[in-house]
């Protein structure tokens, strides 16, 4: 057994954050190309390769670039708002949670991009969206 299929830095993150990112984590069920480079790249943070000798792309990713992102929000803006709405907030746990800064400028950028142009709302700060997103449930552990 090699371990869990998350990386480490997603168990302090909390049950309802690791599900709200798992949502995230698949392409929209429609063609796109942007988009679908994005997914790919949140799997690379957030997911370990069961398969490194495959030649899929699955688990492999371009670089986050501002050209990406923007063909990525282009395409957003014609799928459905379900869809949409679960990516941002995937992207929303990278963006609070990944332990690289870099990682996060970018995940929280694309985030609220999709807030404030894709949806018109005001991003919530770190502490609302935590607060919201809070497990519901004890740990096994914790229950007696």
Not at 44 to 62: E, F, G, I, V
């Amino acid at each position: 057994m090699q371990g869990f299929v998350f990386r480490e830095w997603l168990s302090v993150s909390g049950w309802k954050m690791q599900s709200i990112l798992v949502n995230g984590l698949r392409a929209p069920d429609v063609k796109t190309k942007a988009t679908k480079k994005c997914v790919r790249w949140m799997r690379t943070l957030t997911a370990q390769n069961a398969d490194p000798n495959k030649a899929d792309c699955y688990m492999s990713a371009p670089p986050m670039t501002l050209d990406l992102v923007n063909e990525c929000i282009d395409e957003l803006e014609y799928l459905t708002c379900h869809y949409v709405h679960h990516f941002a907030d995937a992207m929303r746990v990278i963006a609070i949670f990944h332990p690289d800064s870099s990682v996060r400028t970018w995940a929280k950028d694309i985030h609220n991009t999709i807030a404030e142009e894709i949806f018109h709302f005001v991003p919530e700060t770190d502490a609302q969206f935590i607060e919201r997103h809070k497990d519901k449930v004890r740990a096994k552990a914790d229950v007696s």
